[in-house]
């Protein structure tokens, strides 16, 4: 005989078994899959790996902070080329526009 008054979900990404009411919806328990512990050496590589990932995303955010002073310095010329197209035009604060 089943029971019916309880659900089994098993977590397809952890595996973790959930037991939830089938009433109220509110999780009664969960077991969580014991994970075998690596070995010394699989866990020196993983940190190798970190350590790799760490220094890509660091070249790559100097390189970009390296572009940054050129396009700030682009974006300011425009803004001026603007400025100078519309000085004649009075500047309207738009916050005051209601």
């Given at each position: 005989m089943t029971d019916n008054t309880r659900y089994t979900i098993i977590c397809p990404c952890c595996e973790t078994t959930i037991i939830v009411d089938a009433q109220t919806g509110a999780v009664i328990s969960h077991e969580?899959?014991?994970k075998p512990l690596a070995s010394f050496?699989?866990?020196v590589k993983g940190l190798d790996k970190q350590k790799?990932?760490?220094e890509q995303i660091f070249?790559?955010?100097l390189g970009s902070m390296k572009d940054r002073e050129r396009l700030l310095e682009e974006k300011f010329r425009e803004a001026m080329k603007r400025a100078e197209k519309e000085k004649d035009?009075?500047?309207i604060n738009p916050l005051d526009v209601d």
């Open positions: 969580e899959k014991t050496e699989d866990m790799q990932q760490r070249q790559q955010e035009k009075p500047w």
